[in-house]
């Protein structure tokens, strides 16, 4: 891909390019981030000036070296000063959190639906949600960068409108602009807002926020009532050409297995969702109900047969999902998460055995396999690190800041005018 630009998105590129690199390896020198970025010490000096000034970098004690000269001082993300605001959308509820830029929870909350089938007020509970937060006394003082949702279901990355939430029975929500309307003449009025499927966004907390290094490519696979993933690759998100990467609930496990809500059959949401699992405990006419699946969770642990038996089945089939992820992305690290985490090793533990087998039969070390590092907040905190992620990528077309409503992509009012002020 060709990027162009002119001077001001040339000097947002430098400048998020320091971000970056002290975001990977905190307490450089501007001597060695000149000498890894490749630029002068001036402009370093020049650029980490700005960024200290709006609240990105900050200094630590100077560090002795041994050198002669000056001193090298670290530099360090800034924890204190700017907040990022993330959004899951749930199937019954939303939560919401607030971070700082190290990914550091500031404030959460979970807010109950009125109507969980009703999608416009569901919205507008977040997005009153998000304002109300926004003015808190817990970010008193702190500059709001940027929002981001998660969403459950079939996203188009490149309008912001939500094609398809199954389970919650949504149909072509346009997301943003309903979003943009509640937020107007509040705070958050104007600023980039980012919307994505909440595996791609949980995807992008382990990628941001988890302090790991050597996990790309990474695969975050969601299990709830249906199953997603969300795909990095060289440091971003893997959204294919239309935004629908990842969708491999529909991705078939067994050749003329369950009838899935696709319309094929053996589909992984047929074979390992927990819609899948609740229908095979109580029968495809109960209504399903988070109360039933709490039901569904107790008796697992519990050690019910039918169950136990349902959720082995379920988890052996997840390892022949594993095992495709496996040999399609060759991923260093697959990280299983979503809501089926209740059901813990009694899933997880077949699925690993099934993959272990794989494994072995090829003579090949399989992918790491682990848990979230953000429990019940993944989503949440993974569409604040979304925020981060774009923010901090000002040449990255494909990311879905650049296209909603005229907005989104947009940089927040005090950078635009320091950048203004360069030109």
Not at 54 to 71: F, M, N, P, Q, V
Request: glycine content about 12%.
């Amino acid at each position: 891909m060709i990027v162009a630009g002119d001077q001001q998105l040339l000097k947002q590129i430098n400048r998020m390019a320091l971000v970056r690199q002290l975001a990977s390896v905190p307490g450089m020198s501007r001597a060695a981030l000149a000498e890894t970025v490749g630029l002068t010490k001036s402009t370093i000096s020049l650029l980490v000036r700005e960024l200290m000034d709006e609240g990105w970098l900050t200094e630590s004690a100077l560090r002795t070296t041994g050198a002669l000269g000056r001193r090298a001082t670290p530099l360090h993300i800034d924890g204190s000063r700017l907040t990022l605001l993330g959004a899951d959308l749930g199937i019954s509820a939303a939560r919401i959190v607030a971070t700082n830029l190290l990914g550091e929870v500031l404030a959460e909350q979970e807010l109950a639906y009125s109507d969980a089938s009703d999608a416009d007020s569901c919205i507008a509970r977040m997005a009153d949600g998000l304002a109300a937060l926004t003015a808190s006394e817990a970010l008193a003082g702190r500059t709001v960068l940027g929002l981001g949702i998660g969403l459950h279901g079939v996203v188009d990355d490149t309008t912001g409108v939500l094609q398809h939430a199954p389970h919650q029975g949504w149909r072509n929500i346009d997301v943003g602009a309903q979003l943009h309307a509640h937020f107007d003449q509040t705070p958050l009025a104007g600023l980039p807002l980012f919307i994505q499927n909440e595996a791609n966004v949980a995807a992008l907390a382990e990628l941001e926020f988890s302090g790991e290094s050597g996990t790309d490519p990474l695969i975050y696979l969601s299990i709830n009532y249906g199953v997603g993933a969300g795909i990095i690759v060289n440091g971003r998100l893997l959204t294919g050409l239309y935004g629908f990467a990842g969708e491999v609930g529909h991705t078939i496990l067994q050749q003329g297995g369950p009838l899935c809500s696709c319309g094929r059959r053996g589909c992984a949401d047929a074979l390992i969702g927990l819609q899948a699992l609740m229908d095979e405990v109580y029968g495809k006419r109960q209504l399903s109900t988070p109360q039933l699946l709490e039901q569904l969770f107790a008796q697992a642990n519990a050690g019910d047969a039918h169950a136990a038996r349902a959720v082995e089945a379920a988890g052996r089939n997840l390892g022949v999902l594993l095992n495709n992820l496996w040999v399609a992305f060759d991923p260093m690290c697959i990280v299983i998460g979503g809501a089926a985490l209740r059901l813990g090793e009694r899933l997880i533990a077949p699925g690993r055995s099934v993959l272990d087998d794989c494994a072995s039969a090829t003579q090949l070390t399989a992918p790491t396999v682990r848990t979230p590092h953000f429990g019940h907040n993944a989503i949440a905190i993974g569409a604040a690190a979304m925020v981060r992620h774009y923010l901090m990528r000002p040449f990255d077309s494909q990311g879905p800041a650049r296209r909603n409503s005229g907005k989104l992509g947009e940089l927040p009012p005090a950078l635009a005018a320091s950048l203004h002020a360069w030109n």
